[in-house]
């Protein structure tokens, strides 16, 4: 069975997407079979993973949610797939007012293809709603990830609050994990040093090195639709994604 990994911060413009295709790309190229659900409705990862315009995809998550009959899968290359968003999703809380459960849907969508990955990778959007609700639930493993200042910290912080929430409910999701803490779009100076030396000692167990330094590089891949490790194999920013991904599929993978 996979595992499925969400990553989160309730800020926008921290890096989550970039870090959430930089790792998945990574466990892919490891031999890892990877599927990607884009839950945010500004659609960036879908953006970056697909040629394809938001709108221009024939079902999207929006869809799967409508109808669970409409929640297809796209292959995107060898050993990735994705199911993509748009910007319909963000009427996902009016769409679902009268459906009951809904904070199940995402969970209930994928227990029926969990088998076929290695690993599930959720996008959540920068938001404490609904939506973020159905992926904790959804999840096995919680990565957050943060620029060092104090705004991503605070985002940070209310994802952990929800994460917390979530996890000490035995009806929602009391086994999820709380796997890996990426700091990124690092600029050294003394207040980035402050706030990371605060999440290291605050969360020093899910912290993870390297931390990932600002690159002009991994923002053109994305808007290139172009594989990091492809684009900028010798990057600080691409070696470093790469060497978090493989401390946390030790993490989640402990046996291999």
Known sequence: MGYTVCFANNKGGVGKTTTA???????????????FVDLDSQANLTSMLSTLEPDQHEFTIRDAFLDKDNFHIENIEQNIDLVPSEL???????????????????????????DKYDFIIIDCPPALGLITYNALIASDHLVMVSTADGLSYSGMV???NLYSD????ARLNKDIKLTGVVITRYEKNRLSDMYIQKVKDELGQAFIEPIVPKATKI??????HQNIYDYDPEGKA???????????????LPDE
Not at 23 to 28: E, N, P
Not at 166 to 169: G, I, M, T, Y
Not at 243 to 252: D, F, H, T
């Open 88 to 114: 319909s999703l963000s009427n996902f809380d009016r769409d679902t007012a009268a459906v009951t459960g809904r904070e199940y849907l995402l969970a209930d969508l994928l227990r029926g293809v969990k």
């Open 166 to 169: 979530v996890r000490s409910n």
């Open 158 to 160: 209310m994802i952990a």
């Open 219 to 224: 923002t053109q891949a994305g808007s290139f």
């Open 238 to 252: 691409t070696k470093a994604y790469f060497e978090i991904a493989q401390k946390l599929a030790l993490r989640i």
């Open 21 to 35: 295709v930089s790792v998945g790309q990574a466990w892919a190229k490891m031999g890892k079979k990877v599927l």
